[in-house]
């Protein structure tokens, strides 16, 4: 079993930046890669940004990827987002995922391939 923990999320003006974070526990070592999905009112969840256990590759959803960094440390077992230039279309719950496995066709954003959710943590962006 892995344990996910976010944080870091809040109410924040436009333009400002975020950093979430991700706190592992568990059998992390069975964790192939991470994920950050969000979800606001009424829409479906939609993949923001994912990186692999080794952090030796990430992908980044096209509506975003020119403001979020996706990281992972090493030492502390957790997965950051950092996100800058927030918009109020940002606003939504946050949530990052685990998966153990990465199959041929396998893609990050698939969220349905991921196998542990954390409880989410909410950013407002007021404007």
């Known amino acids: 079993q892995v344990q996910l923990v976010e944080s870091g999320g809040g109410l924040v003006q436009a333009g400002a930046s975020l950093r979430l974070s991700c706190a592992t526990s568990?059998?992390?070592?069975?964790?192939?890669?991470m994920g950050w999905f969000r979800q606001a009112p009424g829409k479906e969840r939609e993949f923001v940004a994912g990186?692999?256990?080794?952090?030796?590759?990430?992908y980044y959803a096209d509506s975003v990827k020119a403001r979020v960094t996706i990281s992972r440390a090493n030492a502390e077992n957790t997965v950051y987002l950092q996100i800058n230039s927030l918009k109020p279309e940002d606003t939504a719950v946050y949530y990052c995922?685990?998966?153990?496995?990465?199959?041929?066709?396998?893609?990050?954003?698939?969220?349905?391939?991921?196998?542990?959710w954390g409880q989410g943590t909410q950013v407002t962006v007021s404007s």
């Open positions: 995922a685990a998966r153990r496995q990465w199959n041929t066709g396998s893609k990050f954003y698939t969220w349905n391939e991921y196998d542990y």
């Open positions: 568990g059998s992390f070592f069975s964790i192939y890669a």
């Open positions: 990186i692999t256990w080794s952090a030796s590759s990430s």
